[in-house]
């Protein structure tokens, strides 16, 4: 059974840093690329951040990139998302994301191409 359980979330001001986890169980985590989408209240879920299976590459929306890094942990089957230099726009709920195949790279950011999705962990930022 395929389970995603991400942790890290909370509060934060602006500026600060958080650092979010994905635990990955029931599947062969290092064959399978993982992302990090974000949804906040009233908008739809984004993309933010992929790391291939080898972790040689990844991938970050244009929001966040300079400020978060996407790693990944093969021997723990697990995942991070450090974030830096919040911004109060970067509130929403993050959820992590696991698919062992996608139709190419330009599809890396769409959620339909992700099969196995957590249940999500909120980050609010103030200002």
């Known amino acids: 059974q395929v389970q995603l359980v991400e942790s890290g979330g909370g509060l934060a001001q602006a500026g600060d840093s958080l650092r979010l986890s994905c635990a990955a169980s029931g599947f062969a985590f290092r064959r399978y690329l993982m992302a990090w989408f974000r949804q906040a209240p009233g908008q739809e879920r984004e993309f933010v951040a992929a790391v291939t299976g080898t972790g040689r590459t990844t991938y970050y929306s244009d929001s966040v990139k300079d400020r978060f890094i996407a790693s990944r942990d093969d021997a723990t089957s697990t995942m991070f998302l450090d974030m830096n230099s919040l911004k109060p726009e970067d509130a929403a709920v993050y959820y992590c994301?696991?698919?062992?195949?996608?139709?190419?790279?330009?599809?890396?950011?769409?959620?339909?191409?992700?099969?196995?999705w957590g249940q999500g962990t909120q980050v609010a930022v103030s200002s």
């Open positions: 994301a696991a698919t062992g195949s996608i139709e190419g790279q330009a599809t890396i950011k769409l959620s339909r191409q992700y099969p196995y």
